[in-house]
């Protein structure tokens, strides 16, 4: 399973973004999934999650202002955010989302995924 975020970079505060995050080697209409945040200096934060039947959750502090989506035909993850602050500053990762399973291509069930690559950066100016 290879999940890689972009889509990142430097904006004012207000701005928008979009960030997109590709997947493979799973089945991914299937997978619930995530966009997490760290913070220079802080511990990573989770963001929001999307169900395979497009539920949705959000952090209490991006509700409003961040959209998750996927595009099941493009294996592609999606956030929105608009009105940035700078207190959105950070590397932003795309995950499979805690609390449920994940499958690998051919339904294999996958323990322990932790492969958080690189992610993407977002800053924001004030």
């Known amino acids: 399973v290879q999940l890689q975020a972009s889509g990142g970079g430097l904006v004012q505060a207000g701005g928008s973004l979009r960030l997109s995050c590709a997947a493979s080697?799973?089945?991914?209409?299937?997978?619930?999934l995530a966009w997490y945040r760290q913070a220079p200096g802080m511990q990573r934060e989770l963001v929001a999650t999307?169900?395979?039947?497009?539920?949705?959750t959000y952090a209490d502090s991006v509700k409003g202002r961040f959209t998750i989506s996927r595009d099941n035909a493009k294996d592609t993850l999606y956030l929105q955010m608009n009105n940035l602050k700078p207190e959105d500053t950070g590397v932003y990762y795309c995950?499979?989302?805690?609390?449920?399973?994940?499958?690998?291509?051919?339904?294999?069930?996958?323990?322990?995924?932790?492969?958080w690559g690189q992610g993407t950066l977002v800053t924001v100016s004030s």
């Open positions: 999307i169900t395979s039947s497009h539920s949705t």
């Open positions: 080697g799973m089945i991914f209409a299937n997978n619930a």
């Open positions: 995950h499979p989302a805690p609390g449920y399973p994940l499958y690998g291509s051919g339904w294999r069930q996958i323990f322990d995924y932790d492969d």
